[in-house]
């Protein structure tokens, strides 16, 4: 009998299986969500959008062989780059398995459809952490192995996991335990997989899962936006006994820093400031394991922030995006990304910041210090590791960082370890950076008293450059940051780039919906049956519509409003309308519950 997957904290969702009929499962508490029905492959789909097969045909070349389930739907683009995404470039050399992950445009011609379960997943999640609605990520398990039996001589095939969620660590985890058993006993292993992970329950931020997979049980912790930034919270009590855990993933998402960073570390910080930037950046690697592992490195390295440009972990040249992000016509794009194709060294010799790794090593020697080179060295692919670029940075080297991480060098001090100090680093220049940021547009929000019941609520005021560049001078990031340099000049940069407009766009949105909130509240704290003494019928009836408008936008919208606020809404709805006329009574309440 297969395990089911289990919610800590929370209830279980239960099925006898596809062929019979499905239970209610509850996702989230009552007061959040309700009760959701869930039907066959939803579960799944709160995960995974497919499973490909991508094998390789001498006619036509790389082709999808299977997509599961069955039902699931790809357009032609989508599917052309699944393909040539899911192999890796013929000089990379992979035999044997490899791993890595791309990321590709959602074809334009799809309606943008998400599972409910997704909509509540994203109401908690960290901002890095939300699914993506304009990208589809895929995560590769690839073999290659000498096959004689073969024309080509080789067996090559890839098992590939499409997603919106950016869950690295366990997808690639999910894959090492799938494919095996798939490249030995092909579809039965498949079909058996895709249950089991539609056993699971769905993503909930905040909690633990147990999610059981071809036998084995995978324990990991779904981050939540209300966690503390930088801690890596892993719920020890469980549900099942340990004894069934085979599995506990420290880190949902996380890549090993240290060991992405290793052949550039002394460059770190002009890193951080490239990517705070938006600048175009394309990292070149020997392996679509090294480069995606890069790529995924540098977005994350400015969390809490969300990095809002593009970024593609493994790129090549049959990618339906090429051309756009080629062309010497107009300048590079802000977009970051990862190759392996000799062909870019020369493609790409006009983008300004390339950064070359060489092969990453779990625990080897830290790389002699080496100078920013200029972008007019860097001839082939074959050049040596580094980072070639004009950028001056606008902050001064910090020096204890790096006598930190190499000092974790000398005294062989774990991955892991160096990676955490490592991303606190980031976490701190990040926060120090954004602080001030916070406090300013803080400012913009109207004060509470001037929130009328009555009156549309106030808007937010515009944000100013010049407003925020004076704040800097006594509440700037020297308060929090050892670091000197030009922090003003960073700053003038950012509020340029894309990172800033997705930054403040969110803001703004949260902050219009905290209003939106407070005018609920002002209109909850008004003597209501006074007010409807004072009206006609037409008017008491506009405002019992404009209510329930309002608690449906409150609902659809996720606003930030108490339970109390809504019932205590809900109360003054019903008070208002059995103050009515007994036949305008009946209409609202027909309306009502339609």
Not at 32 to 54: E, K, N, T, Y
Not at 266 to 289: D, K, R, T
Request: include cysteine; charge should be positive.
């Amino acid at each position: 009998m297969a395990l089911q997957g289990s919610l800590e904290d929370g209830d279980h969702s239960s099925y006898k299986g596809h062929s019979q009929s499905v239970t209610l499962s509850r996702l989230y508490s009552d007061k959040d969500a309700g009760l959701c029905m869930s039907l066959p492959w939803d579960h799944f789909s709160s995960w995974l959008h497919c499973i490909c097969v991508v094998g390789f045909d001498l006619e036509l070349g790389q082709a999808v062989e299977v997509v599961y389930p069955p039902h699931t739907k790809l357009t032609d683009k989508e599917k052309t780059n699944i393909c040539y995404l899911s192999f890796p470039d013929s000089n990379s050399g992979c035999l044997g398995d490899t791993q890595f992950c791309f990321r590709f445009r959602q074809s334009s011609d799809r309606k943008a459809s998400f599972h409910n379960f997704l909509g509540q997943y994203d109401k908690d999640a960290p901002v890095c952490l939300k699914k993506d609605p304009a990208h589809y990520y895929g995560y590769v398990y690839f073999r290659q192995v000498r096959d004689k039996s073969l024309k080509r001589g080789y067996f090559q095939k890839s098992l590939v996991l499409i997603s919106k969620l950016p869950f690295v660590n366990l997808f690639n985890h999910l894959l090492s335990i799938i494919a095996p058993g798939y490249f030995e006993k092909h579809k039965p292993c498949l079909e058996a997989a895709c249950t089991d992970i539609d056993r699971w329950p769905a993503p909930v931020p905040g909690r633990t899962l147990t999610l059981p997979v071809m036998g084995v049980v995978i324990k990991v912790r779904i981050p939540s936006c209300h966690d503390k930034p930088g801690i890596t919270l892993i719920t020890q009590s469980s549900q099942q006994s340990d004894a069934e855990i085979s599995v506990v993933l420290p880190t949902i998402h996380e890549v090993d820093l240290f060991r992405c960073f290793c052949p550039v570390f002394f460059h770190i910080q002009i890193l951080w400031e490239l990517v705070l930037l938006g600048e175009p950046l394309v990292v070149m690697a020997a392996s679509p394991a090294e480069s995606s592992e890069t790529v995924l490195a540098l977005v994350s390295c400015i969390s809490p922030l969300k990095y809002c440009s593009d970024f593609r972990p493994y790129f090549t040249i049959h990618d339906t995006e090429f051309k756009e992000y080629t062309t010497r016509t107009q300048a590079p794009p802000s977009v970051i990304l990862g190759v392996t194709n000799p062909f870019f060294a020369k493609t790409l010799q006009h983008w300004p910041h390339i950064i070359r790794i060489g092969d990453m090593k779990i625990a080897g020697d830290v790389p002699k210090q080496v100078k920013i080179k200029k972008l007019k060295s860097l001839k082939t692919l074959d050049s040596k590791p580094g980072v070639y670029t004009s950028y001056k940075p606008f902050l001064n080297k910090d020096e204890d960082i790096i006598k930190q991480l190499q000092k974790g060098v000398q005294q062989k001090r774990p991955s892991e370890a160096q990676s955490a100090i490592l991303r606190r680093y980031f976490l701190e220049l990040t926060q120090s950076f954004i602080i001030p940021l916070e406090r300013y547009v803080a400012s913009l929000m109207p004060l509470q008293k001037s929130i009328s019941p009555w009156k549309s609520p106030p808007q937010l005021r515009s944000f100013n450059q010049e407003e925020f560049m004076k704040t800097l001078e006594k509440t700037g990031p020297q308060l929090t940051s050892r670091l000197k340099g030009d922090w003003i000049g960073l700053y003038r940069q950012f509020l340029k780039s894309p990172n800033f407009d997705g930054w403040f766009r969110e803001r703004r949105k949260e902050m219009t919906k905290k209003l939106e909130a407070l005018h609920l509240e002002a209109l909850c704290n008004e003597d209501l049956q006074l007010w409807i003494q004072k009206h006609t019928e037409v008017e008491v009836v506009d405002l019992v519509l404009k209510l329930r408008e309002k608690m449906a936008q409150a609902e659809q919208e996720h606003l930030p409003l108490k339970q109390e606020t809504k019932e205590k809404l809900r109360l003054h709805i019903d008070g208002i309308i059995f103050a009515l006329p007994e036949d305008l009574q009946a209409i609202l309440v027909k309306t009502g519950t339609e």
